[in-house]
């Protein structure tokens, strides 16, 4: 194709992203008709800056393509509009956003780029996780400690969050008062379906106790209220809750059909972390840290929640996807991100559709 020579006239080929400016060069920069030609495809942004002497640009995409992976294909500020003419299309590419912490204790506000402002929330929500069991038992006396608990034990309230057998015990068979307070909440009969509330006695808070080392099974009774033959037991220097030996929880003397009630009060941390799409179509979240293939509607929210944790960290990468109306592709970037405005009429490519 030839260039009529027109007077005022400055013809330049462009070939590389950059500005166009520098390109047409410093004197021919300066005339009042700026014509941009490409030879070939594209890889990045190109950039118009404002020049005065300006008074009519022309960008010809010549059937080639400029598309940016990273943001806008262009950038024009320029007091002109700048005319783009041609079949190639002039797109980004531009389809996912990441944001990112590291710091374990992190809580608050993370916002994403280029998504008009999605962001996630991460806060820490206290819990009850108290679990509440009962065991019915005949009369006489009784050995229960963590596994027996867990093993015959019905649950009341906490629905198993967390399970009994980290609640009430571990490995040998003893109380486990990580992590929180068990309780011995006294009898009922059986046909009671609520705990007493007028007794409990705390496990967690019985003072170590030591007895005779002369028979190799004694029992260290606690005399506490209505129980005076509550206590632990075990062989040889192995009668207090300290001990690595097996402890049993001994109920003496019950008479008739009962229902013993155990509970474990506990307060925990929750991290939750309600990601907010501000974009105009759904996306998904990936990364598994901690969304995995979720999808979220345009302007709607996504929950994770991680159960007994205070970890803050994440990585989240938010993916779009599809096309509009008029088949333009989304993108999380504007054709055009500059202040200058742009004019398509005489253009018959496709360019990509900003998704907010």
């Not at 596994?147 to 906490?158: H, M, Y």
């Not at 969304?291 to 994440?314: C, P, Y």
């Not at 496709?350 to 907010?356: E, G, I, K, V």
Request: net charge negative; aromatic share 8%; with cysteine.
């Amino acid at each position: 194709m030839s260039i009529p020579l027109i007077s005022g006239l400055g013809f330049t080929a462009v070939d590389s992203a950059g500005t166009l400016n520098d390109k047409a060069g410093t004197s021919k920069s300066k005339l009042p008709i700026q014509f941009f030609k490409l030879t070939d495809n594209i890889s990045g942004n190109l950039i118009l800056n404002n020049d005065s002497a300006h008074k009519k640009i022309i960008l010809d995409t010549n059937g080639k393509t400029i598309i940016n992976s990273a943001g806008a294909p262009l950038t024009t500020n320029s007091d002109v509009t700048l005319e783009l003419k041609g079949s190639g299309n002039v797109q980004s590419s531009l389809k996912t956003s990441n944001s990112a912490e590291s710091s374990t204790s992190n809580t608050g506000t993370s916002t994403f780029s280029n998504t008009d402002s999605s962001d996630v929330v991460v806060s820490n929500v206290d819990t009850d996780n108290t679990v509440e069991k009962y065991i019915d038992a005949g009369g006489g006396n009784f050995g229960y400690n963590g596994a027996t608990i867990d093993s015959s034990g019905t649950f009341s309230l906490g629905s198993g969050t967390p399970n009994a057998s980290s609640i009430f015990g571990t490995g040998s068979s003893y109380f486990n008062t990580t992590g929180g307070t068990p309780f011995f909440m006294g009898d009922t009969t059986t046909s009671t379906t609520s705990a007493p509330t007028s007794y409990k006695l705390s496990i967690a808070s019985i003072p170590p106790n030591t007895v005779s080392q002369l028979r190799m099974d004694e029992y260290a009774n606690i005399g506490i209220f209505q129980y005076p033959n509550l206590g632990f037991g075990g062989t040889i220097g192995g009668h207090n809750r300290y001990s690595s030996n097996p402890n049993k929880h001994q109920l003496n003397g019950i008479s008739g059909t009962r229902r013993l009630w155990w509970r474990f009060e506990r307060s925990g941390n929750n991290r939750t972390f309600v990601f907010t799409n501000n974009l105009n179509i759904s996306c998904v979240l990936s990364g598994a840290d901690p969304f995995d293939g979720v999808t979220v509607s345009a302007g709607a929210t996504a929950t994770a929640t991680l159960t007994d944790s205070t970890d803050g960290s994440f990585n989240i990468t938010a993916t779009i996807s599809g096309n509009d109306g008029s088949s333009q592709p989304f993108a999380l970037a504007s054709v055009n991100n500059g202040s200058g405005s742009i004019n398509t009429d005489a253009y018959s490519g496709t360019l990509s559709a900003r998704a907010f």
